[in-house]
């Protein structure tokens, strides 16, 4: 089942930094936070995931409170084509089992 | 090889019949994962296999659903005796043994009339 509260909608300007909240206060020691997004009529797109440094790579910045309880996923400059849904899921790494997806933050870039 | 593939894309049956989905991984990946999604919702686990073993199965997965990966390759996924409820999208994804997240194919749309 789903371990993650995320708001059901955002808007962003296009060209400003979207800030996409997570709050996973059960969250287990061995257990990374991941971010998938999933453009309309596509399937999730991997986007980035960390244990309890912030990490970045080319599409997206990981904040992960000290406390681990919560995250926020940074998307620097928002375009257009980042309007999708945005899970964040909580798994052990490399267990081979599912992630459970939740029903996400639908963002919407306005231009 | 440019990704995971799945065939078809969309599938109209009637309800009744039986369906057959069709999912090509990416090939040095291992793992496999069949997931659904209905509107509106996240996607959900089905079944995953590592090779040609199918190692875990969800509860979602009745009776009259069937997987297999007959040579740790390419995947199939039946329904049998289709019901209106089973109208929604059906993900595949693949994976490296060790590997961080998953690559999902642009699914299966199946719509039961």
């Known amino acids: 089942d789903a371990k993650t509260t995320q708001p059901p909608s955002m808007d962003c300007a296009e060209g400003r930094a979207a800030n996409l909240p997570c709050n996973h206060s059960?969250?287990?020691?061995?257990?990374?936070v991941y971010w998938y997004r999933q453009i309309h009529s596509q399937g999730p797109q991997y986007i980035i995931h960390?244990?309890?440094n912030n990490e970045t790579n080319e599409m997206a910045s990981l904040i992960i409170t000290e406390d681990r309880k919560s995250s926020t996923l940074i998307l620097p400059h928002a375009t257009l084509r980042d309007t999708a849904v945005y899970y964040c899921?909580?798994?052990?790494?490399?267990?081979?089992?599912?992630?459970?997806f939740g029903t996400g933050t639908s963002l919407t870039v306005i231009p | 090889d440019t990704g995971v593939s799945q065939n078809p894309r969309h599938k109209i049956t009637k309800r009744g019949q039986n369906v057959t989905f069709r999912c090509d991984p990416i090939?040095?990946?291992?793992?496999l994962y069949w997931y659904r999604q209905t509107l509106g919702q996240g996607p959900e686990f089905l079944t995953y296999?590592?090779?040609?073993?199918?190692?875990?199965k969800s509860r979602l997965l009745s009776d009259r659903f069937s997987a297999e990966r007959p040579k740790g390759s390419f995947s199939t996924l039946e329904i049998q005796r289709t019901e209106q409820g089973d109208s929604a999208m059906y993900l595949c994804?693949?994976?490296?043994?060790?590997?961080?997240?998953?690559?999902f194919g642009s699914g299966t749309r199946l719509t039961v009339v």
């Open positions: 296999f590592q090779n040609e073993a199918q190692l875990e």
């Open positions: 960390g244990l309890k």
């Open positions: 059960t969250i287990s020691g061995n257990e990374y």
């Open positions: 994804a693949s994976s490296l043994l060790q590997d961080y997240g998953y690559t």
């Open positions: 090939s040095e990946h291992n793992r």
């Open positions: 899921i909580v798994r052990p790494q490399n267990t081979g089992n599912q992630f459970y």
